[in-house]
Nanobody, 124 residues
Framework: EVQVEESGGGLVHTGESLRLSCAAS????????IGWFRQASKNEHEGVSC????????YYADSVKGRFTISRDKSKNRVYLQMNSLIPEDTAVYYC?????????????????WGQGTQVTVSS
């Protein structure tokens, strides 16, 4: 079973940026769709962004379009989420997962194999 690990979260002010990183225990990140999710408080996971295996397709939730950018570095076996112009509503624990983008768009209902996540806190 492939394990993923998220990093890069932190405490920032409104308008600042963070770059999240997703690493895996194998080279699975190079060959599969990879999604980023977030969970605020006890809410359900929200699919934030996804990049297809071929990198021909990306998905962004309406709430982050124009501010977040997903990318993949196959040489480092990493998927990144660049988050600019952060706002307090972006505060959440962020997770990455190896899931098809169409599942990411629906928030991956029923998916249980979440990693530890990385906390992003945006102060006003």
């Amino acid at each position: 079973e492939v394990q993923v690990e998220e990093s890069g979260g932190g405490l920032v002010h409104t308008g600042e940026s963070l770059r999240l990183s997703c690493a895996a225990s194998s080279d699975a990140l190079d060959w599969w769709d990879i999604g980023w999710f977030r969970q605020a408080s006890k809410n359900e996971h929200e699919g934030v962004s996804c990049i297809s295996a071929t990198e021909n397709t990306t998905y962004y939730a309406d709430s982050v379009k124009g501010r977040f950018t997903i990318s993949r570095d196959k040489s480092k076996n990493r998927v990144y989420l660049q988050m600019n112009s952060l706002i307090p509503e972006d505060t959440a624990v962020y997770y990455c997962a190896i899931l098809p983008c169409e599942v990411v768009e629906r928030g991956a209902p029923g998916f249980q194999n979440w990693g530890q996540g990385t906390q992003v806190t945006v102060s006003s």
